[in-house]
């Protein structure tokens, strides 16, 4: 059991990442990929910096594989309860319909192989917690398309230029967009007679509270949450579930904040949002503080 060894002996760890990698160097029907090993040798480095236990396994045959998907999907959750998240990355070689090769040339699926067997219903012990799977592998044969824009969202007036932006700038034809839905697909989405949709409604009065403003991918992921906590409250209206569900090309921030760049505080802004709950009282204590003595300061004089 690596898996459950390595989480052992990271105490304190924020969260779990599984990283994988092939090179193919001993797969005669797959083009090598030194790089692969490069991509592990960074990404241990830097999730172990930022506290995660972090398991790392080169050139994984199938049958590997699968073990180390059980092996996640095994865990107890006395171990990992107090974990923010599990990530899990694979780089390699892919195709079509999400399928990802192992270092034997066999063939196995995102979908089936790696995120079902790690579903609630599937590992009932870490099904409270979040995971992300991030992907380096081809999903097929096709060229990314590209066409020319201006730097910027605007059209630009006939000199080409406006705000300091330039004509020229090469995006994939896909580029720029964000779809989030209420629902997964083939699945039903609720509505609370009193307020409107379950999900809709939960995001409209997260943006007139102006809370979680610093990205719509943020905001979304919190009226997700509060859906879901609802659901298990006793006064919930509607007591069927939902999984609403985003999908982005997006290659920036979509920022609510009337002041998109926060300005001076931007730094700040980012460090609060990101830190501890007590972290984030000493910050506060401290810019009350300041706040303070700036004020006294200029009555004195």
Not at 280 to 291: F, P, T
Request: aromatic fraction near 8%; proline fraction near 4%; hydrophobic fraction near 40%.
């Amino acid at each position: 059991m690596a898996v459950r060894k390595v989480v052992e002996l990271t105490p304190g760890a924020i969260g779990l990442a599984v990283i994988i990698t092939n090179d193919y160097s001993t797969t005669s029907s797959l083009r090598s990929l030194p790089g692969a090993e490069k991509d592990g040798e960074s990404l241990q480095e830097a999730l172990a910096d930022l506290k995660f236990a972090v398991h790392w396994k080169r050139n994984v045959n199938s049958g590997e594989f699968v073990e180390i998907i059980r092996e996640i999907s095994s865990l107890k959750h006395s171990l990992v309860k107090e974990f923010r998240c599990i990530l899990f990355v694979f780089a390699g070689h892919g195709d079509e319909g999400d399928t990802l090769y192992m270092q034997d040339g066999a063939k196995l699926h995102l979908n089936q192989d790696v995120i079902t067997p790690l579903y609630p219903e599937k590992a009932r012990e870490i099904g409270n917690i979040k995971k992300a799977f991030l992907i380096d592998a081809c999903r097929g044969n096709k060229s990314t398309e590209t066409t020319l824009v201006p730097r910027s969202g605007f059209i630009p007036d006939e000199s080409g230029e406006r705000g300091g932006s330039s004509v020229g700038f090469e995006v994939p034809r896909e580029s720029g967009i964000f779809i989030a839905h209420s629902t997964l697909p083939s699945h039903k989405s609720y509505e609370d007679k009193t307020v409107g949709g379950v999900w809709l409604s939960t995001v409209a009065r997260l943006l007139k509270e102006k809370k979680y403003l610093f990205s719509l991918t943020y905001l979304l992921e919190k009226a997700n949450e509060e859906i879901m906590e609802s659901k298990n409250g006793s006064n919930a209206p509607v007591k069927e579930f939902q999984q609403p569900a985003m999908t982005s090309t997006l290659n920036g921030v979509i920022r609510l904040n009337p002041n998109s760049e926060f300005g001076e505080y931007k730094n700040l802004f980012l460090i609060l949002t990101q830190a501890t709950y007590k972290v984030q009282l000493v910050i506060l204590n401290w810019l009350l503080y300041y706040s303070l003595s700036m004020a006294y300061c200029q009555v004195c004089t």
